[in-house]
């Protein structure tokens, strides 16, 4: 099946600084990747779709500035926190489309836990 | 856009009983509609998806019901096990691989031995 990655799984960082996450997808391409948020005990909130070659959509209250989004090939997406706070501490996850005979199925990583101290 | 509503929010069963959870989308041009399920901090998986050209699938001790006229679908699990204990997402998406995918806001399912 379909193989998402995503680095670091679990990151602390200082306020103020910024944090990359990766999501890559090991065995096939995706040219459109969804990263989300997921708070405690709650459902998974899309973030953007990030575009390969393109500039990411973000939902609505989502700022582009400090959750910036880069999706250079058809393999990997990476969300960078920029000065991070500790509100910004979170579960995010990736998903990648297969695309082709996968249908409309998306697959995700296994998530980044940050941690702003 | 698209909306997912699903409930119950929480649902405990006896192991052995059956388990239902059930979903309602208002975009009636949303055609795939995957369930996906999430341990307690680890990704969700698929479990089983339908498409909007069939009406029941089934796998094994899951099953999932779509109903396009009422717009809600539903995921059955049978003869349920302790390991089954875990949040359950329902999801629906329009067609085209650019599109996003809207999640409900998921059931936490407790199987007590």
């Known amino acids: 099946g379909a193989v998402v990655s995503q680095h670091p799984s679990r990151v602390i960082c200082k306020s103020g600084t910024s944090v990359k996450i990766e999501c890559r997808s090991l065995d096939f391409q995706a040219t459109t990747m969804f990263w989300y948020r997921q708070f405690p005990k709650q459902s998974l909130m899309l973030m953007a779709t990030?575009?390969?070659?393109?500039?990411?959509?973000?939902e609505q209250g989502v700022e582009k500035d400090k959750f910036l989004i880069n999706h250079a090939s058809l393999t990997l997406s990476t969300l960078t926190v920029t000065s991070a706070h500790p509100e910004d501490s979170s579960f995010y996850i990736c998903?990648?489309?297969?695309?082709?005979?996968?249908?409309?199925?998306?697959?995700f990583g296994e998530g980044s836990w940050l941690t702003v101290v | 856009g698209e909306n997912v509503e699903q409930h119950p929010s929480t649902l405990s069963v006896q192991e052995g009983d059956s388990a239902v959870i059930k979903c309602t989308y208002s975009d009636s041009a949303s055609n795939y509609f995957p369930w996906y399920k999430q341990e307690l901090g680890k990704r969700p998986q698929l479990i089983i998806d339908?498409?909007?050209?069939?009406g029941e699938k089934k796998d094994q001790r899951i099953a999932v019901t779509l109903n396009k006229t009422a717009k809600h679908f539903s995921l059955h699990i049978t003869e349920t096990q302790p390991e089954d204990s875990a949040v359950y997402f329902c999801a629906a998406r329009l067609p085209g691989g650019y599109q996003k995918v809207t999640f409900g806001t998921g059931t936490k399912l407790q199987v007590i031995p």
């Open positions: 998903s990648a489309d297969p695309g082709g005979l996968s249908g409309n199925t998306i697959y």
């Open positions: 990030s575009n390969e070659g393109s500039k990411a959509t973000y």
């Open positions: 339908i498409r909007s050209n069939v």
